[in-house]
Nanobody
């Protein structure tokens, strides 16, 4: 099991940027495929992006492609989500999650960090 703690959320104006962090502890961070998910009020949780063990492979939801960038630093046991050109539709609680492989379920989740995009 890996413990995950997100940070970096907040209130930002439309067009602004934020960088989220997901700090991991417990089992070796490099052993996990990592992902970001988000859930807006009255909506189902949705996939945002994921990244492979080494960081060499990434995938994005169409809604965030070309605006968000996922990355990881295995030496710091931390994953990041750089979010640019934010719009009100990006308002949600953002959670990070870990799984052992692309065929495994996400078993470990953080508590989430709130991102609010509003003028």
């Amino acid at each position: 099991q890996v413990q995950l703690v997100e940070s970096g959320g907040g209130l930002v104006q439309p067009g602004g940027s934020l960088r989220l962090s997901c700090a991991a502890s417990g089992r070796p961070f490099r052993n996990y495929v990592m992902g970001w998910f988000r859930q807006a009020p009255r909506k189902e949780r949705e996939f945002v992006a994921d990244i492979s063990w080494s960081g060499g492979s990434t995938h994005y939801a169409d809604s965030v492609k070309d605006r968000f960038t996922i990355s990881r630093d295995n030496a710091k046991n931390t994953m990041y989500l750089q979010m640019n050109s934010l719009n009100p539709e990006d308002t949600a609680t953002y959670c990070c999650a870990a799984r052992s492989s692309y065929s495994a379920p996400y078993n470990d989740w953080g508590q989430g960090t709130q991102v609010t995009v509003s003028s």
